[in-house]
């Protein structure tokens, strides 16, 4: 049922749409909520996350573990995807094939990642639909609290039809 209404919502009411996949997405990962890692914004091949800083995310040097940074990125390359794939989410399979990190400088405090597609959604919906997949990288800046880049990644991620 939700296959057939989703599209329909999302030509009138995007927003709600992206909400729903938000919230849907904070509630049914079980290691990013292990980690406190808060998805808070979503939007057409768009996402937000953050987490906050905390003794159980903390390496031996005191900074947020590497692997919390790298989650903290997945995740919001993730909602980004599926900020892009928003109309169609529930008839594909994304997979990330593929992620690169760069820690560029110590992480202290909270952090935020914004990730990003290179191309708006309809693009790739369109080669989604054309080619009966698609791949595509999401680029994303994580920032401490005071606004500095501490790491980059790229997820590239592999769209096609669900499976029966």
Not at 59 to 75: C, K, Q, S
Not at 142 to 159: F, L, N, R
């Amino acid at each position: 049922m939700l296959k057939i209404i989703l599209p329909l919502l999302f030509k009138v009411r995007p927003k709600m749409v992206y909400d729903m996949i938000r919230q849907q997405m904070a509630g049914s990962l079980p290691f990013v909520r292990h980690c406190g890692i808060d998805l808070v914004a979503l939007g057409d091949g768009v996402a937000e996350a953050r987490v906050t800083d905390r003794a159980e995310v903390k390496n031996h040097l005191g900074t947020p573990h590497a692997g919390v940074i790298f989650t903290l990125a997945e995740t919001a390359s993730g909602g980004a995807m599926a900020g892009a794939m928003a109309p169609v989410l529930m008839n594909v399979r994304p997979v990330a094939a593929q992620a690169t990190i760069q820690y560029l400088t110590l992480a202290k405090g909270d952090l935020r990642a914004v990730a990003r597609t290179g191309r708006p959604g309809a693009a790739l919906r369109a080669e989604l639909e054309a080619e009966g997949k698609v791949r595509f990288p999401v680029e994303v800046e994580i920032t401490d609290d005071a606004g500095q880049p501490v790491s980059k990644m790229v997820v590239e991620w592999y769209v096609s039809p669900k499976r029966p």
